[in-house]
């Protein structure tokens, strides 16, 4: 690779870094704006409690000046009957001074009643207070967070806008306007070739161009997206890789009743294969010939979960999947089907490609700890 086209590809990692950055640090007024907000709802909805609040003494004062004024006008009545000359004059006054009771009943009743909602109305302004207190602590919590979030940003953004400087200077001025142009319009101004495609857009080359950009001499454009291209041999290489050994090995289930090994030696038989199996409390083990799937001796009986039963028979063996029930079992006789045989090699297969490329996959050691725990 040019070593113009590697300063390119740190300088799009420090673009990105910086855009990243910038974005965040635009992003935080608007998470502290978010609460602003709902705090400014909590104050609307304490006030308008309080509000209703005042509204209900307000109408209470005005029931109990009715009621006020009422006695007033009752005991008036009562002085006035005493002078009354005609009986009809003194039912009438009798008359207003029942109107006036049944007006001062009316009033208590409503003055009742807001004594029973006061309790309600209580309880929505100590709610709405302890809403507002809260929320009033939760924004400045964030906005201290947010304070700190940008100082942190700002400090990494000199940083890297220190290294796009460094990056900028080891690129030539034509190469460096391009991939700025670029990276304009398309958000990124440089991609990867793989697989005899630009990944960015995910064009096919033409052969020359391919060409081109694996020598790693000249500089190469992508005649579709305009990116400069890149080549990187690792990433090819697993990209040649089959498709079947780049997917993911189904693993077995580390608490299953059944297992199945390889074993490189066993005795004087050689390769074989072994399958462990439990059963309500016992364990069986077979050995089958790796190569002809022939059953080899006889199957072997043990009390206990098969771990415990056969150390010997996990340590330094792969674990393989396959799952075959023991009346099945019964049925193959001296010798497992083809089919069995085969599925065992490719598992195998897939098994040491696994080993090879992720060298922390290692073979199965035995263990007393009970299943279930035995992830942790
Ligand atoms: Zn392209």
Same mark, same amino acid.
């Given at each position: 690779m040019l070593p113009e086209i590697e300063n390119l590809l740190h300088l799009q990692d420090a673009d990105k870094e910086i855009r990243r950055l910038q974005e965040e640090?635009?992003?935080? !007024?608007?998470?502290?704006?978010?609460?602003?907000?709902?705090?400014?709802? %909590?104050?609307?909805?304490?006030? $308008? #409690? *309080?509000?209703?609040?005042?509204?209900?003494?307000?109408? $209470?004062r005005k029931y109990e000046t009715t009621i006020t004024d009422l006695r007033g006008k009752i005991s008036k009545y009562r002085d006035q009957s005493l002078a009354v000359k005609t009986n009809e004059q003194y039912k009438a006054l009798l008359q207003e001074i029942q109107f006036a009771e049944k007006?001062?009943? /009316?009033? /208590?009743?409503?003055?009742?009643?807001?004594?029973?909602? #006061?309790? #309600? @109305?209580d309880k929505e302004v100590k709610a709405a207070q302890s809403d507002l207190k809260a929320e009033a602590a939760e924004i400045e919590k964030q906005k201290e967070q947010a304070r700190q979030r940008t100082a942190e940003d700002e400090k990494q953004l000199v940083e890297w806008r220190a290294k796009r400087d460094t990056m900028r200077a080891g690129v030539s001025e034509d190469l460096l306007r391009h991939y700025e142009r670029v990276s304009k319009f398309?958000?990124?101004?440089?991609?990867?070739? @793989?697989?005899?495609? &630009?990944?960015? &857009?995910q064009v096919m080359l033409r052969p020359q161009t391919y060409n081109d950009v694996r020598t790693g001499q000249q500089m190469v454009v992508c005649d579709s997206c305009q990116r400069v291209l890149y080549f990187n041999p690792a990433n090819e290489m697993q990209a040649l890789e089959p498709e079947h050994k780049r997917s993911r090995r189904h693993h077995p289930k580390i608490d299953a009743h059944q297992a199945w090994y390889y074993r490189a030696e066993f005795g004087d038989a050689g390769e074989v294969f072994? &399958?462990?199996?439990?059963? =309500?409390? *016992?364990?069986?083990r077979r050995v089958f010939d790796m190569s002809t799937?022939?059953?080899?001796?006889?199957?072997?009986?043990?009390?206990?979960?098969? =771990? *415990? #039963?056969? !150390? /010997? /028979?996990? %340590?330094?063996?792969? =674990?393989?999947?396959?799952?075959w029930s023991e009346a099945e079992m019964e049925t193959w006789g001296t010798e497992m089907p083809m089919t069995a045989l085969d599925s065992l090699h490719s598992d195998l297969e897939a098994a040491r490609y696994e080993m090879t490329a992720r060298p922390s996959a290692k073979t199965e050691v035995p263990s007393n700890v009970p299943t279930g725990q035995a992830a942790s």
């Open positions: 640090v635009a992003e935080l !007024p608007k998470r502290v704006a978010v609460i602003e907000h709902k705090l400014a709802a %909590t104050k609307l909805k304490l006030e $308008r #409690a *309080q509000a209703a609040v005042k509204a209900d003494e307000a109408s $209470r007006e001062i009943a /009316e009033n /208590e009743d409503k003055i009742l009643e807001l004594m029973v909602n #006061a309790d #309600a @109305r398309r958000g990124s101004g440089i991609s990867e070739v @793989r697989d005899h495609k &630009c990944m960015a &857009c072994l &399958c462990l199996n439990e059963v =309500r409390g *016992q364990s069986s799937g022939r059953l080899l001796g006889d199957i072997l009986i043990r009390e206990g979960d098969f =771990r *415990q #039963a056969f !150390p /010997e /028979e996990i %340590t330094g063996s792969i =674990r393989l999947n396959g799952n």
